[in-house]
């Protein structure tokens, strides 16, 4: 492995900034000056910088599902939300990639690998980013055509790889766009281009990772197939061990911190196990008299209809939702997915 990898691995410093490190001479190999970046380094080797020694961790490969109106870092900005109450204090070198504005929600990846990192952020890189877009009004299929063709932006032309109509709410539209570019300000510039302000802005994958199994504010590991086409897609090559990924394993996923409590005022543990009360009704057979038996007396209750005052005659009273055909336009209900268009319908 080359020096200026295995000290960014360590957490020492990015990539670049080792390489600034090795030749200013402060970095030492088994008790060596190496002022040459390139230099191969092994395992066993005794790696120090500024005569602290320099331990190579795994690299962190996470996936991240950001709530809206959180920013997306990791240190502490007073009391604005950001991502740090979700992951708590996190690892050295952990970084946000693909970071969203602070009122778009959807999936980031957090990593230790900068080199990853760095190919994925940069302009004209190739890992394809699906967002759901709300957008107001009735967007037609000229407006369709018009997204598919590009627009220019802050001196960056946006050309999607594919844009198409997913629902309608009656009011606004709901698209799914499919671009290679980590910015979601270039996609809020869509909706300038054809008149239909972006209302709402939902990355629901980037590459092949998805946000499934996730909530709000929830994370897990990357598995070894969504690494491997993650570095592929980035033209990085497939994911190798040696050079200290992390293998999938399933970590517990941090909670959305809430400090409130279950239903019922307390947990599940804090609820004794007791026995229920055998007092109630006696089983087995009723005695003898307690009731009689055969026809009831009619001489108590007065024939004929009852009094027409209580609960009226006919079918009861209807839901809200009208019986019928939907009228024309309605769109199917949403699913249980989290973010993007499938959860549009019942916000309001």
Known sequence: MRLQKYLSQSGIASRRRAEELIASGVVTVNGLVVKVPGTVVKERDRVEVEGTRALRVDSIYRVLLKPRECLSTLGVMGDRQTLRRYVGNPEPGLAVVAPLDYPAEGV????????????????????????????????????????????????????????????????????????????????????????HSVLKISRVRLGSISFEGLKMGEWRDLSKGELADLRQKAGLGKADNSDGITPAVTRPIAPRPSGGRSAGGRSPEARPDRARPTGGRPSGPRPPGARPSGPRPTGDRPSGPGPTGGRPSGPGPTSGRPSGPRPPGHTAKPGRSRIGWATGGRRK
């Not at 709410?169 to 570019?181: L, P, R, Y």
């Not at 980590?182 to 869509?190: D, E, I, M, Q, W």
């Open 108 to 195: 980031v990846l957090l990593t230790t690998d900068g080199e990853l990192a760095a190919a994925v952020s940069k302009r004209g890189q190739k890992v394809p980013m699906t967002y759901h877009l709300k957008l107001q009004g009735q967007v037609g299929e000229a407006d369709i055509d018009r997204l598919t063709r590009g627009w220019h932006w802050e001196n960056v032309d946006v050309r999607p790889l594919s844009v198409s109509a997913l629902a309608t709410t009656g009011k606004n539209t709901w698209i799914e766009m499919v671009v290679a570019e980590s910015r979601p300000r270039a996609l809020k510039a869509a909706g300038d281009i054809i008149r």
